[in-house]
């Protein structure tokens, strides 16, 4: 059967890297035979505001506003504004999700920072006990493909930004992951904007080639959410604590257990 695809694009020219970006993707996965969407939010004007007008009429409690709680009721009552339920459509039928974007302020431009706090509503891409490696969308896969203002060497453990591993953490564990994404090792497009003409031409055909084989890649790993007690705070278990005590590295980037990162933890699977 073929595959779903569906870019979430977030970048304001025609002419970037990253809609080339965004464009080669399309072009090699309808290649593969893939049907693929593009939510293209700035040509959308997508909102990016998280408010009480993404609820259709009245909402319950309008003194002590809660948006996870009115989305959650809205969701379950078909009143959630039109403009989320028809992302939440396109995300059902996906079997990808790549999410290309330029990285701002270490982290997602706030338009589709907007995308990720109204279309993954409590109820409709996690609740209290599905989450992480139970997550609602475990059958799913997502993943970062960006530029950077920075080169690479900038972004490691000796540079001035500090290690990218740890600038992903939040991003691959605190959304994707948490949602039960199997999340796919980030494309990262190191500092286009300051590098040659082809330079930028081979950078291209390197995403390309990955397109070629990414929807077979195996997933970047994560402590699976049987690892912690829920009775005790979701603190890792004893047994789990004790079999990685005479490791040299951590479990991962944020459960370091106080030692060594592991390399490459949020940057390559099976490392």
């Keep these: 059967m073929a595959k779903k695809v569906l870019i979430?694009?977030?970048?304001?020219?025609?002419?970037s890297f990253n809609a080339a970006a965004k464009e080669a993707a399309v072009e090699v996965l309808t290649a593969q035979g893939c049907s693929v969407e593009v939510s293209d939010l700035y040509a959308m004007?997508?909102?990016?505001?998280?408010?009480?007008?993404d609820v259709?009429?009245?909402?319950?409690?309008?003194?002590?506003?809660?948006?996870?709680?009115e989305t959650k009721m809205a969701l379950e009552e078909g009143k959630l504004s039109a403009d989320i339920t028809e992302e939440q459509r396109k995300l059902t039928e996906a079997?990808?999700?790549?999410?290309?974007?330029p990285m701002y302020w270490f982290s997602l431009p706030a338009i589709l920072k907007g995308w990720i706090d109204r279309?993954?509503?409590?109820?409709?891409?996690?609740?209290?006990?599905?989450?992480?490696?139970?997550?609602?969308?475990?059958?799913?896969?997502?993943?970062?493909?960006?530029?950077t203002g920075s080169q690479e060497s900038m972004f490691s453990a000796n540079g001035i930004n500090g290690d990218m591993?740890?600038?992903?953490?939040?991003?691959?564990?605190?959304?994707?992951?948490?949602?039960?994404?199997?999340?796919?090792?980030?494309?990262?497009?190191?500092?286009?904007s300051y590098i040659p003409p082809d330079a930028r031409k081979t950078m291209l055909e390197g995403w390309r080639k990955r397109l070629q084989g990414l929807l077979g890649e195996?997933?970047?790993?994560?402590?699976?959410?049987?690892?912690?007690?829920?009775?005790?705070?979701?603190?890792?278990?004893?047994?789990?604590?004790?079999?990685?005590a005479s490791q040299q590295f951590g479990l991962a980037v944020g459960i370091h257990l106080g030692k060594?990162?592991?390399?490459?933890?949020?940057?390559?699977?099976?490392?």
């Design 165 to 192: 591993n740890v600038t992903l953490w939040p991003l691959q564990n605190g959304i994707l992951h948490y949602c039960g994404f199997q999340v796919l090792a980030p494309q990262i497009f190191w500092a286009p």
């Design 8 to 15: 979430v694009y977030a970048h304001q020219s025609a002419g």
């Design 95 to 101: 079997d990808l999700i790549i999410f290309q974007f």
């Design 56 to 69: 259709t009429g009245e909402v319950k409690n309008s003194e002590h506003f809660c948006y996870a709680e």
């Design 218 to 244: 195996e997933p970047l790993g994560f402590t699976p959410m049987d690892c912690f007690d829920g009775e005790k705070g979701f603190q890792l278990k004893p047994e789990v604590h004790e079999k990685h």
């Design 260 to 271: 060594p990162l592991p390399p490459n933890n949020q940057m390559k699977a099976g490392v």
């Design 45 to 53: 004007k997508f909102k990016a505001t998280a408010t009480a007008d």
């Design 119 to 147: 279309v993954l509503t409590l109820g409709y891409a996690y609740t209290k006990e599905k989450r992480y490696s139970q997550g609602i969308f475990k059958d799913k896969k997502a993943m970062l493909s960006f530029t």
